[in-house]
């Protein structure tokens, strides 16, 4: 049996075959980071935005909530206002009717006294 050596030439890379495989692996290389890239930076974008949305819309309810309970709390304090007020002129005039007696009773006093002096 004889053993037949067997050669090998390497192959001799040519400019255009160089040329030819850089540019198939630039050309695989940007339609995998093209079609495989990814979306986190968006998706957590999206979701930072959706939560301020949420936080505005929770703050506004919360507002509106404190607005009306502020405008319920004017109108009870205003109709109180209204009840003192009104007091107050109706003790205004209850004052005027007593000085008025007051007035008749002091000059009939007067009056009996006069009269008691003179007998």
Known sequence: MQVQKLSVKPAIAT???VALLLTTLVVASHSQSASARSILPEQSEAASARDAVGDS????QDLDKRIKSQEALIAKEQERLKQYQDEKAQTEQDLETRK????????????????????
């Not at 819309?57 to 506004?60: A, Q």
């Open 15 to 17: 400019p255009v075959m």
């Open 57 to 60: 819309m929770s703050k506004l």
């Open 100 to 119: 008025a007696v007051f007035e008749q009773k002091s000059k009939a006093l007067d009056e009996a006294w006069k009269s008691r002096n003179n007998y």
